[in-house]
């Protein structure tokens, strides 16, 4: 049974930090891409970053120096820390796996596997 079970969401000010963590099973942890999306209310899913196979990264341009992404295929955990953090940071954050080669990951279709997500709220 395929599980991914996010963690260490919460509330924080605007300018902190928070380490979300993403703990996998069920599958073979190191032949999947693993990426990081987001929900705000009304807003559509949002890709936010993908570590490939590999180790090689990617980031949604909002994130990009704020954020990082990586993998303990050891411990098949993926973690997302979060940096100087702002109010529209706020959302729904979702681990989520994908089998697929890609040069992006921004497609959420690509992701077969996806956890049930933890909230992130940033205040100003």
Do not use: H
Request: proline content about 2%.
């Amino acid at each position: 049974q395929v599980q991914l079970v996010e963690s260490g969401g919460g509330l924080v000010q605007a300018g902190g930090s928070l380490r979300l963590s993403c703990a996998a099973s069920g599958f073979t942890f190191s032949g999947y891409a693993m990426g990081w999306f987001r929900q705000a209310p009304g807003k559509e899913r949002e890709f936010v970053a993908v570590i490939r196979r590999g180790g090689s990264t990617r980031y949604a341009d909002s994130v990009k120096g704020r954020f990082t992404i990586s993998r303990d295929n050891a411990k098949n955990l993926v973690y997302l820390q979060m940096n100087s953090l702002k109010p529209e940071d706020t959302a729904v954050y979702y681990c989520a796996a994908s089998s697929y080669y890609s040069d992006s990951y921004s497609d959420p279709s690509l992701f077969g596997y996806w956890g049930q997500g933890t909230q992130v709220t940033v205040s100003s």
